[in-house]
């Protein structure tokens, strides 16, 4: 049986472990993600959603608990660098992880690190770029560059060492509207090239493209499901998270008791679905 | 027990590139020297990564943010004082080795080997302003009286502080005099200034500058190692 | 109120693609050319040779394709604290013997001080352009990879050439962006009220300035290093063994005529020294 | 009608100018502030925004062009008394971690109404309220080390910081980015009561249209250093070509109504908020 792409069982984390007061970020958490998944995890600040995030590709190592990447355990100091290959993981500053001073160079970094053949490394590069559509800019210094595009740089620096996985870590919170919705359209660009996502955000807007949402609530896991089962899961509003605005409106005209189907998640789905409902009363 | 962070030599190196940043940017902006009218033309904070290199990161990194701080001084110097790479440069290289070797053999250390220390300390200055004072009976004096202020400073404060932050205080001072000793050793020794020169310029630039050192390294590493302080609260 | 606006833009680190010849180079010898050129510096005498120097420096900034306004950047916030320094050092040093023009109690204004001042400020700006030109036209890879290679004879005695390279490379990369990141800090502390406006006293207001601005920036430095680390073991980085580079050096007959001529710069200053020029 | 606290007109900025590094932030820029209004400033990246509300907490003065009022003081005038200004004017900056200038967050708190003369239980109840303010909690958080607060926690102990001088006017460069719902619940609450209690007035820089719509009394909208529109935010939220053509989305609610009624179906699209979208349409399909 092949291994699930990232394995987390029951895993538990604390911060300053060593010191007299440690502060307990996860606890007990539990979750697969399937290879070419789309998964999302959302929280309010403070749930342990970035800590689960670095716990995907072994930045961090669990207190408790067991984290397996493609069948390896991240404690594995064997697997360290073959783990976060597989899981590319892009933080939510982008300016504060540029190491280098031009498009290209930084895009490289991760290839360069895991020791990829020259030849071998341009391909990849010119591939990455064009993927994330900064080709023509890969002569820039990224601090010229947009919030959007380096954004996109960021998810091109992780490209080119061909993982499995990308964990977007709240990426899009600093992202202006269309910013935001370029960089959700390219993750599902990558998406459909085979990537598994494992998108972290606080956005309920955000989540509905996903195929399966976990809500963190205090280090556990409160809701799991699809989309659908969560945002309609009465446990919600209890966790401080808001539904989308779509899903708000339609959950309200639900109520005066308009038949409207389940799965009005996001605007485009409650648009057609009045639209239909208008023309079958009319 | 959690294995050891595999990646604590990329913190390290990452570390002393900023630290060595922050010095160039000190002396090559010049925000780091303070006018002063005095023959040495300005008191620095520049030394203050190198500094900390050495308190957080190790000597070798002390060394390193420390040559940066030379270079900058050479560099830009104006007096021929500090055109002379004997004076602007090898001094600087020991900023960091020491306040490393300094905290490394205090850091452990409790609050009776501390107090023995402040006082072993107290006796070797007050020698030497005597000493002072036999040549220049007014610079000994000064030198006497800011002595024992700051070892009875010192003291107060151990009984308020915990040992590990006095420790650091001292490593950071101790730094910093390094920096004045030494670059004023070489400056009589090159022959750019007198004795006495050399002591004025010790006290008025030596001392604040040690002071300064010691709050601003004690503030810095107990907000990022969060390392305890006796005061273990707000004030609110 | 043109205070904050100093900080924002310090040119060196930045690194600013024109591809002019100068970007062509091989880091190596851009590398060997800054240190030859600070030998250069170090061995030029009088006012004429030192003037000659910053046009030659000047004249390789418009080689470069860079606005010389842009390389001079760098020296704009040291401006007023240089300006400062110089007239108290005219005015209370005595410095090497000259043609004294004024005396009066302790003030002396001499020909040989005057000339140490401008000497050592065309030697500072001189300085600072050449490292700017360095790393406005050498991408930080091709910094570090050229130091390393250059490094690499030590490596032998077992100097961490890699690790020395990187330290540069990222210090001169984060020289601008610290650059910007203290002005933010000055205006944080303004928009909470913290400093107070002084307009007369400069040396006060600077050395006041300077320590409240040191702590945040260091503590601020100590959060960005743990941010860039982190960055960077997610992208599998283990060090300068095993690694493939992106850039390649290629050491070619441009560049040795480049060496060449910084060679000859360095023979030309110092024969220069023994002539009787002011 | 009373005077605004901030009246800026035809203020225009450039950086680093006279070299080539010059860059226009703002041209010929309008806003106006009234007392006890919500005002929003939104645009695209780059638009201009932080630039402009550096000038209403003085950080940034007119030099040659324009002029700046803000609570009745001109900020060009060497008269002008900031310190008395920057704590009637609370700004909470984009990057709030460096706001902070004490070691503990109490502490950092106190900063404010300590220069304004508070002391004992008066400073220890006003901390405990900007605090609880935020939706934090006052005991656990009053020792907590401002270096190891999360980055949201960071940005509410920088809002409780400005709250805690109670000024008369807010401004928020982008605040509650970065915060989850319920904290941006939490900021938008204390906004209202505020206004409600003491007539404070706040300028919000949002790139949350949604926001914006559910808070702002008028909205500026800056594109490119100029003020492109501005008005009442029901006025300025209903151009949603205008919006789309400098590239700013309209608020959700808004843009389903648009897509309804371009649909066929008779809506109105004067809708802001979620629940006034849910009435309209729920008027439409019952008619």
């Given at each position: 049986m092949p291994h699930p792409l990232i394995a987390v069982n029951s895993l538990s984390f604390s911060y300053g472990q060593d010191g007299p007061n440690p502060i307990q970020a996860l606890n007990g958490v539990s979750l697969l993600v399937e290879r070419g998944s789309y998964t999302a995890i959302i929280g309010h600040n403070g749930s342990g959603k970035s800590t689960l995030a670095k716990c995907l590709n072994g930045l961090l190592l669990p207190s408790d608990g067991l984290v397996a990447v493609d069948g390896m355990d991240t404690c594995d100091p064997d697997h360290r660098y073959a783990v976060r290959a597989l899981v590319g993981m892009v933080f939510q500053n982008p300016d504060n992880q540029f190491v280098a001073t031009t498009v290209a160079e930084e895009a490289a970094f991760g290839a360069e690190n895991l020791g990829v053949p020259r030849p071998e490394l341009l391909s990849r590069l010119e591939q990455a770029l064009a993927d994330t559509g900064l080709s023509d800019l890969s002569e820039r210094n990224p601090s010229t560059l947009s919030a959007g595009q380096k954004a996109r740089l960021a998810i091109a620096s992780i490209l080119v060492m061909r993982p499995a996985c990308l964990v977007l870590d709240e990426s899009t919170a600093l992202l202006a509207p269309r910013a935001r919705l370029e960089l959700l359209e390219l993750v599902d660009r990558l998406h459909d090239q085979g990537l598994a996502i494992v998108l972290i955000t606080h956005q309920m807007e955000e989540v509905v493209r996903a195929e399966r949402v976990h809500v963190l609530d205090e280090g556990r896991l409160a809701i799991s499901g699809t989309p659908q089962e969560v945002l309609l899961h009465p446990a919600l509003a209890g966790l401080g998270l808001d539904l989308p605005p779509a899903a708000q409106v339609a959950a309200g005209l639900r109520q005066r008791g308009l038949n409207l189907p389940d799965d009005t998640l996001d605007s485009a789905e409650l648009v057609r679905a009045l639209l239909d409902l208008d023309e079958a009363r009319s | 027990m959690a294995p050891r962070d595999p990646d604590a030599g990329i913190r390290r190196t990452i570390t002393a590139g900023l630290l060595l940043a922050i010095t160039l940017l000190l002396t090559l902006t010049r925000i780091g020297m303070i006018p002063v009218p005095t023959p040495a033309g300005n008191a620095t904070i520049a030394h203050i990564p190198a500094i900390l290199g050495g308190i957080m990161e190790g000597p070798l990194v002390g060394l390193i943010v420390g040559l940066g701080f030379g270079f900058g001084s050479f560099m830009?110097?104006?007096?021929?004082?500090?055109?002379?790479?004997?004076?602007?440069?090898?001094?600087?290289?020991?900023?960091?080795?020491?306040?490393?070797?300094?905290?490394?053999?205090?850091?452990?250390a409790n609050r009776r080997t501390l107090t023995i220390m402040i006082g072993v300390l107290l006796l070797l200055l007050l020698a030497f302003s005597y000493q002072v004072g036999?040549?220049?009976?007014?610079?000994?004096?000064?030198?006497?009286?800011?002595?024992?202020?700051v070892c009875v400073g010192l003291l107060i404060w151990l009984g308020k502080e915990e040992p590990g932050i006095i420790a650091l205080a001292i490593a950071a001072a101790a730094g910093s005099l390094t920096n004045t000793v030494l670059v004023l050793a070489m400056a009589t020794i090159r022959g750019y200034f007198s004795a006495e020169m050399a002591w004025t310029v010790g006290l008025t630039h030596g001392i604040p500058e040690a002071i300064v050192s010691a709050v601003v390294v004690v503030a810095v590493v107990s907000a990022v190692r969060q390392i305890g302080s006796r005061q273990r609260g707000s004030s609110i | 109120m043109a205070s904050y606006d100093t900080l924002r833009h310090v040119s060196i680190g930045q690194y600013v693609p024109t591809g002019s010849l100068v970007h062509r180079l091989d880091p190596r010898s851009k590398l060997l050319w800054l240190l030859l050129g600070i030998v250069a510096l170090l061995t030029a005498r009088g006012y004429w040779v030192n003037i000659g120097l910053l046009l030659l420096i000047l004249g390789l900034v418009r080689l470069a394709r860079l606005p010389i306004r842009f390389v001079l950047a760098s020296v704009r916030p040291a401006l007023p604290i240089i300006a400062l320094l110089a007239i108290m050092q005219v005015l209370f040093y005595a410095g090497p013997p000259g043609t004294v023009w004024f005396d009066w109690g302790p003030v002396r204004i001499s020909s040989g001080g005057v000339r140490l001042m401008v000497v050592s400020l065309l030697r500072f700006v001189d300085l600072l352009c050449l490292t700017s030109l360095l790393t406005n036209t050498t991408t930080s890879g091709a910094i570090t990879q050229g130091i390393e290679s250059l490094l690499r004879p030590l490596s032998a005695l077992g100097l961490p050439g890699h690790q020395a390279a990187l330290i540069v490379s990222i210090a001169l990369r984060f020289l601008p962006i610290l650059g910007e990141q203290m002005e933010a800090i000055v205006q944080a502390q303004h928009a909470r009220g913290a400093l107070v406006e002084h307009g007369r006293w400069a040396v006060v207001a600077n050395a006041r300035r300077a320590a409240q601005l040191i702590v945040p920036l260091l503590v601020d430095a100590y959060r960005r290093a743990d941010e860039l680390v982190l960055a960077m073991r997610a992208r599998c980085y283990q060090g300068g063994a095993g690694r493939t580079y992106l850039v390649q050096l290629v050491f070619s007959g441009r560049d040795w005529l480049s060496l060449a001529a910084a060679a000859a710069l360095v023979a030309l200053t110092v024969c220069l020294r023994s002539l009787p020029i002011p | 009608m009373s005077m605004p606290l901030v009246a800026i007109?035809?203020?225009?900025?450039?950086?680093?100018?006279?070299?080539?590094?010059?860059?226009?932030?703002?041209?010929?820029?309008?806003l106006t502030v009234r007392p006890a209004e919500i005002a929003a400033l939104v645009g695209p990246g780059g638009a201009g925004k932080s630039t402009l509300s550096h000038y209403v907490n003085a950080l940034h003065r007119p030099s040659r062009t324009g002029c700046v009022s803000v609570l009745g003081q001109d900020t060009a005038s060497p008269r002008c008394d900031l310190g008395r200004l920057r704590q009637d004017v609370g700004l909470v900056l984009q990057?709030?971690?460096?706001?902070?200038?004490?070691?503990?967050?109490?502490?950092?708190?106190?900063?404010?109404?300590?220069?304004q003369g508070l002391a004992g239980d008066t400073l220890r109840e006003r901390v405990r309220w900007a605090i609880e303010a935020v939706g934090l909690d006052f005991?656990?958080?009053?020792d907590r080390r401002t270096?190891?607060?999360?980055?949201?926690?960071?940005?509410?102990?920088?809002?409780?910081?400005?709250?805690?001088?109670?000024?008369?006017?807010v401004v928020l460069d982008e605040a509650t980015t970065g915060l989850d719902p319920r904290g941006r619940r939490r900021v938008h609450a204390i906004l209202r009561e505020q206004r409600a209690s003491r007539g404070m007035a706040a300028l919000i820089i949002s790139n949350s249209m949604d926001e914006v719509a559910a808070l702002a009394d008028s909205v500026t909208?800056?594109?490119?250093?100029?003020?492109?529109?501005?008005?009442?935010?029901?006025?300025?939220?209903?151009?949603?070509?205008?919006?789309?053509?400098?590239?700013?989305?309209?608020?959700?609610?808004?843009?389903?109504c648009q897509a309804l009624s371009e649909g066929g179906l008779p809506v109105s699209t004067e809708v802001l908020t979620p629940l006034e979208a849910e009435e309209a349409i729920w008027q439409a399909m019952t008619r």
């Amino acid at each position: 049986m092949p291994h699930p792409l990232i394995a987390v069982n029951s895993l538990s984390f604390s911060y300053g472990q060593d010191g007299p007061n440690p502060i307990q970020a996860l606890n007990g958490v539990s979750l697969l993600v399937e290879r070419g998944s789309y998964t999302a995890i959302i929280g309010h600040n403070g749930s342990g959603k970035s800590t689960l995030a670095k716990c995907l590709n072994g930045l961090l190592l669990p207190s408790d608990g067991l984290v397996a990447v493609d069948g390896m355990d991240t404690c594995d100091p064997d697997h360290r660098y073959a783990v976060r290959a597989l899981v590319g993981m892009v933080f939510q500053n982008p300016d504060n992880q540029f190491v280098a001073t031009t498009v290209a160079e930084e895009a490289a970094f991760g290839a360069e690190n895991l020791g990829v053949p020259r030849p071998e490394l341009l391909s990849r590069l010119e591939q990455a770029l064009a993927d994330t559509g900064l080709s023509d800019l890969s002569e820039r210094n990224p601090s010229t560059l947009s919030a959007g595009q380096k954004a996109r740089l960021a998810i091109a620096s992780i490209l080119v060492m061909r993982p499995a996985c990308l964990v977007l870590d709240e990426s899009t919170a600093l992202l202006a509207p269309r910013a935001r919705l370029e960089l959700l359209e390219l993750v599902d660009r990558l998406h459909d090239q085979g990537l598994a996502i494992v998108l972290i955000t606080h956005q309920m807007e955000e989540v509905v493209r996903a195929e399966r949402v976990h809500v963190l609530d205090e280090g556990r896991l409160a809701i799991s499901g699809t989309p659908q089962e969560v945002l309609l899961h009465p446990a919600l509003a209890g966790l401080g998270l808001d539904l989308p605005p779509a899903a708000q409106v339609a959950a309200g005209l639900r109520q005066r008791g308009l038949n409207l189907p389940d799965d009005t998640l996001d605007s485009a789905e409650l648009v057609r679905a009045l639209l239909d409902l208008d023309e079958a009363r009319s | 027990m959690a294995p050891r962070d595999p990646d604590a030599g990329i913190r390290r190196t990452i570390t002393a590139g900023l630290l060595l940043a922050i010095t160039l940017l000190l002396t090559l902006t010049r925000i780091g020297m303070i006018p002063v009218p005095t023959p040495a033309g300005n008191a620095t904070i520049a030394h203050i990564p190198a500094i900390l290199g050495g308190i957080m990161e190790g000597p070798l990194v002390g060394l390193i943010v420390g040559l940066g701080f030379g270079f900058g001084s050479f560099m830009g110097a104006t007096l021929p004082l500090f055109k002379d790479p004997l004076v602007a440069v090898a001094p600087r290289l020991l900023i960091g080795l020491v306040s490393a070797w300094v905290y490394i053999a205090l850091r452990k250390a409790n609050r009776r080997t501390l107090t023995i220390m402040i006082g072993v300390l107290l006796l070797l200055l007050l020698a030497f302003s005597y000493q002072v004072g036999m040549t220049t009976l007014w610079l000994g004096i000064v030198a006497a009286v800011a002595t024992v202020g700051v070892c009875v400073g010192l003291l107060i404060w151990l009984g308020k502080e915990e040992p590990g932050i006095i420790a650091l205080a001292i490593a950071a001072a101790a730094g910093s005099l390094t920096n004045t000793v030494l670059v004023l050793a070489m400056a009589t020794i090159r022959g750019y200034f007198s004795a006495e020169m050399a002591w004025t310029v010790g006290l008025t630039h030596g001392i604040p500058e040690a002071i300064v050192s010691a709050v601003v390294v004690v503030a810095v590493v107990s907000a990022v190692r969060q390392i305890g302080s006796r005061q273990r609260g707000s004030s609110i | 109120m043109a205070s904050y606006d100093t900080l924002r833009h310090v040119s060196i680190g930045q690194y600013v693609p024109t591809g002019s010849l100068v970007h062509r180079l091989d880091p190596r010898s851009k590398l060997l050319w800054l240190l030859l050129g600070i030998v250069a510096l170090l061995t030029a005498r009088g006012y004429w040779v030192n003037i000659g120097l910053l046009l030659l420096i000047l004249g390789l900034v418009r080689l470069a394709r860079l606005p010389i306004r842009f390389v001079l950047a760098s020296v704009r916030p040291a401006l007023p604290i240089i300006a400062l320094l110089a007239i108290m050092q005219v005015l209370f040093y005595a410095g090497p013997p000259g043609t004294v023009w004024f005396d009066w109690g302790p003030v002396r204004i001499s020909s040989g001080g005057v000339r140490l001042m401008v000497v050592s400020l065309l030697r500072f700006v001189d300085l600072l352009c050449l490292t700017s030109l360095l790393t406005n036209t050498t991408t930080s890879g091709a910094i570090t990879q050229g130091i390393e290679s250059l490094l690499r004879p030590l490596s032998a005695l077992g100097l961490p050439g890699h690790q020395a390279a990187l330290i540069v490379s990222i210090a001169l990369r984060f020289l601008p962006i610290l650059g910007e990141q203290m002005e933010a800090i000055v205006q944080a502390q303004h928009a909470r009220g913290a400093l107070v406006e002084h307009g007369r006293w400069a040396v006060v207001a600077n050395a006041r300035r300077a320590a409240q601005l040191i702590v945040p920036l260091l503590v601020d430095a100590y959060r960005r290093a743990d941010e860039l680390v982190l960055a960077m073991r997610a992208r599998c980085y283990q060090g300068g063994a095993g690694r493939t580079y992106l850039v390649q050096l290629v050491f070619s007959g441009r560049d040795w005529l480049s060496l060449a001529a910084a060679a000859a710069l360095v023979a030309l200053t110092v024969c220069l020294r023994s002539l009787p020029i002011p | 009608m009373s005077m605004p606290l901030v009246a800026i007109r035809a203020l225009s900025h450039t950086y680093l100018a006279g070299t080539p590094l010059e860059t226009r932030a703002l041209t010929q820029v309008d806003l106006t502030v009234r007392p006890a209004e919500i005002a929003a400033l939104v645009g695209p990246g780059g638009a201009g925004k932080s630039t402009l509300s550096h000038y209403v907490n003085a950080l940034h003065r007119p030099s040659r062009t324009g002029c700046v009022s803000v609570l009745g003081q001109d900020t060009a005038s060497p008269r002008c008394d900031l310190g008395r200004l920057r704590q009637d004017v609370g700004l909470v900056l984009q990057s709030p971690h460096l706001q902070l200038l004490e070691r503990f967050v109490g502490d950092d708190i106190a900063f404010g109404p300590r220069r304004q003369g508070l002391a004992g239980d008066t400073l220890r109840e006003r901390v405990r309220w900007a605090i609880e303010a935020v939706g934090l909690d006052f005991e656990r958080f009053k020792d907590r080390r401002t270096f190891s607060l999360s980055g949201g926690e960071m940005r509410r102990v920088a809002i409780a910081g400005v709250l805690a001088t109670l000024p008369q006017l807010v401004v928020l460069d982008e605040a509650t980015t970065g915060l989850d719902p319920r904290g941006r619940r939490r900021v938008h609450a204390i906004l209202r009561e505020q206004r409600a209690s003491r007539g404070m007035a706040a300028l919000i820089i949002s790139n949350s249209m949604d926001e914006v719509a559910a808070l702002a009394d008028s909205v500026t909208v800056l594109d490119q250093g100029r003020s492109v529109l501005s008005g009442p935010t029901r006025e300025v939220m209903c151009r949603a070509k205008a919006l789309r053509e400098i590239g700013l989305a309209s608020p959700s609610a808004q843009a389903i109504c648009q897509a309804l009624s371009e649909g066929g179906l008779p809506v109105s699209t004067e809708v802001l908020t979620p629940l006034e979208a849910e009435e309209a349409i729920w008027q439409a399909m019952t008619r």
